[in-house]
């Protein structure tokens, strides 16, 4: 049996601010339970809903040196549909509203959490034979199983992995900060190791230290070994390039199955959704108050609403999408810049667009079974996974062709019938624009072929339970099966 411990900063169904929770609280039940022991530990947060704290069950506690004090460490565990969730707890650091705040606490709380989290492992009894890291917050880990915990028997032949989510986040502060924090030795601060452009980067030393890394898509590993997508990383990672390997996220096919959807008005499956799919629009219609026509193309964007989400080029052209025959649902908050956008031209196209400033996980569902079509024209984007909810949901993506949305998305493809959404390669509005163009254009004139696209995003399989067979790979060339 071969042990595995995720190591992350946050976690479904427990707390969640991105598509890194999904990753680690939905990927541990996908491995096959026969060969792999995988179990994952999170900080004990005071914002978690107070019913999941109140059912969590206390294995053990220990006291432990940190920046020359003795700290608490408490130690509990949750049992959520067969994988085993070990939390560590300790309210000085984990307590306030949200999991992240403050950045230079966040970088204390986590090297606290990254040193807890190993020196725990001992007092559980559980040693893996790998210990799989999420972004920066967790990126210490490699470090330390190098350094202090590596003369310990119990650690020596341990293993780790980082995955990279998003390496524009990377951890960094001022040398002697980050120094102060870990607690690593001069020796460490170098551009070899945990320096980076005179600063200290946890990061950068979670990449150099980890036995392999890993990152959500093919195309984003290949992508960040290039300045533009980098973030003054690339050197670093085209030196590791040989221990780096793209693996596409999932998606967890039992909450997003528009067979079985609570939140949406009329279930439908790849059989009948000719028919019964646009119920769940003229439903929308009615509820933002959009005028009810069938026959119009309705476009979604659910995101974030930042620069990193092309949302510069929506603002480009978004007067010129208004004068075609389309209506657009927009859901997300983020840059008031962009909130306000989205506001002034529900206000200026009231019958044709709806800005749903706020963020709501039934909405969300709504719009992803309701429109025809769902926007998603990235900058950057490690692995994106509105896409592929939009693909399960047999709404039609039209996507920039960079890092996750390369890889699921393939282009339409009229003279050969094949593809599963649209796409354009340059960041331009108007490319994009003539894009969106062709979309309903083929919506329009073509309903045969709109259905058969359909048909084929239905089809495509981006469930967990694909990627969990590349990470049994990685796990088994690691540790040497």
Same mark, same amino acid.
């Given at each position: ?289 959009? !005028? ?69 996980? !039934? ?119």
């Amino acid at each position: 049996m071969k042990k595995i411990l995720f190591v992350a900063s946050e976690a479904v169904p427990f707390i969640k601010t991105g598509g890194l929770a999904d990753v680690v609280g939905s990927l541990p039940k996908c491995f096959d339970k026969e060969y792999f022991d995988v179990r994952v530990m999170i900080p004990k947060y005071l914002c978690m809903k107070e019913s999941w704290r109140n059912d969590m069950e206390y294995v053990n506690h220990f006291y432990m040196d940190y920046m020359g004090q003795s700290r608490y460490v408490g130690i509990l565990q949750y049992v959520y549909e067969g994988i085993t969730f070990y939390f560590i707890d300790n309210e000085g650091y984990f307590n306030g509203p949200k999991p992240y705040g403050d950045w230079y606490c966040d970088l204390e709380k986590f090297c606290f959490f990254s040193r807890a989290a190993l020196s725990a492992l001992p007092v559980i009894g559980f040693q893996p034979d790998v210990v799989h890291c999420h972004d920066w917050q967790t990126a210490l880990i490699p470090v330390l199983l190098k350094d202090r915990f590596h003369d310990g028997e119990f650690f020596r032949s341990m293993k780790s992995v980082i995955t990279i989510h998003n390496l524009k986040f990377q951890g960094v502060w001022d040398v002697m900060t980050i120094k102060r924090l870990t607690g690593l030795p001069d020796y460490y601060f170098t551009p070899d190791k945990l320096e980076a452009y005179k600063d200290g980067n946890l990061l950068k030393g979670g990449i150099v230290y980890a036995d392999a890394i890993t990152t959500v898509s093919e195309t984003y590993a290949e992508e960040i070994k290039m300045p533009f997508y980098g973030e003054g990383l690339d050197g670093l990672m085209r030196a590791r390039a040989n221990s780096l390997r793209g693996i596409v996220n999932g998606i967890d096919y039992d909450d997003f199955n528009p067979e079985t959807d609570p939140y949406i008005v009329q279930k439908y499956n790849a059989k009948n959704f000719r028919k019964e799919k646009i119920k769940n629009k003229r439903a929308l219609q009615e509820e933002l108050g959009l !005028p009810q026509d069938d026959r119009k193309f309705m476009v979604g964007i659910v995101s974030r609403l930042t620069d990193q989400k092309g949302l510069d080029l929506i603002q480009c052209v978004l007067d010129e999408m208004c004068q075609d025959d389309i209506q657009l649902v927009v859901l997300g908050t983020g840059e008031e810049r962009y909130e306000n956008m989205f506001r002034h031209y529900d206000w200026k196209y009231n019958d044709k667009v709806s800005a749903n400033i706020f963020y709501s996980e !039934p909405m969300s569902h709504k719009i992803y079974a309701a429109c025809d079509a769902f926007l998603m024209p990235s900058l950057f984007e490690p692995c994106g996974l509105s896409q592929l909810m939009s693909l399960r949901y047999g709404t039609v993506p039209i996507v920039r062709e960079t890092g996750g949305l390369k890889d699921t998305v393939e282009p339409y493809n009229e003279f050969e019938s094949r593809g599963t959404g649209f796409s354009f390669q340059n960041y331009n509005a108007h490319e994009m624009l003539a894009v969106i163009r062709y979309a309903e254009r083929i919506y329009y004139d073509k309903k045969r072929e709109w259905n058969k696209i359909i048909d084929r995003a239905m089809a495509m399989d981006y469930s967990w339970n694909t990627s969990a067979v590349k990470y049994q790979e990685l796990y088994d060339w690691l540790i040497g099966y």
